[in-house]
């Protein structure tokens, strides 16, 4: 059973930083993308930074020059550092991984909260 776990998140003050990290284990196919979304209360879900297999990366607008995407392809890890944070970063952060056979699976969500 494929088993999508974040881990990272917490309470940091404006300015500070956060590294949140997802680990998939149980994949039998390969996985071909990685990302990181976020949803706010009372908002949809967005997509903050994307990675595929060759190392594309796709970032928001809103978070570009902040947010780093990476991944251990061999680890089936994807990470995501965050600094600069801002009061409007805070939500629930979310992975999601597609494999090959386009089937895709999410995890249950780490809390991010910046606020003084």
């Known amino acids: 059973q494929v088993q999508v776990v974040e881990s990272g998140g917490g309470s940091v003050q404006p300015g500070g930083s956060l590294r949140l990290s997802c680990t998939v284990s149980?994949?039998?196919?390969?996985?071909?993308?990685m990302g990181w979304y976020r949803q706010a209360p009372g908002k949809q879900r967005e997509l903050v930074a994307s990675?595929?297999?060759?190392?594309?990366?796709n970032y928001a607008d809103s978070v570009k020059d902040r947010f780093t995407i990476s991944s251990d392809n061999a680890k089936n890890t994807v990470l995501l550092q965050m600094n600069s944070l801002k009061s409007e970063d805070t939500a629930v952060y979310y992975c999601?991984?597609?494999?090959?056979?386009?089937?895709?699976?999410w995890g249950q969500g780490t809390p991010v909260t910046v606020s003084s």
């Open positions: 990675i595929i297999r060759s190392g594309v990366t």
């Open positions: 999601k991984v597609v494999n090959s056979r386009a089937r895709d699976y």
């Open positions: 149980g994949m039998i196919f390969s996985i071909t993308y």
